[in-house]
């Protein structure tokens, strides 16, 4: 599969999580909370395919969600759960890369 593709496929299934998990939570303005927590976390999912470093699959892809999700976790001051969902996502992101990426 291309990287491409593959980037396409794993945001939408990394940004549908992060927002699946968000829906019972109560926020000031929840639309707005959700949208950003999905957009950031599809651009997690988007890149790790494409992006290539001199390191393991998973490390990438690690290095990649901890960079794009410190941003956030900053503003929020939520940093376990941010930070721990996007190392998470990340590597797992990174073996399906290495997996299936061409």
């Given at each position: ?40 976390r599809f651009a997690i ?8 470093l001199p390191t393991p ?30 190392a998470i996502g990340g ?12």
């Open positions: 599969m291309s990287h491409l593709t593959l980037g396409i496929i794993c945001g939408l299934a990394f940004g549908a999580v992060a927002a699946a998990v968000m829906v019972p939570m109560q926020f000031p303005d929840k639309r707005a909370a959700i949208s950003a927590a999905f957009i950031n999912g988007l890149l790790i395919p494409l992006v290539t699959y998973w490390a990438t892809g690690l290095i990649v969600a901890l960079l794009l999700s410190i941003p956030p976790a900053i503003v929020t001051k939520a940093y376990a759960p941010i930070l721990g969902l996007g590597v797992i992101i990174g073996f399906v890369s290495g997996k299936f990426g061409n």
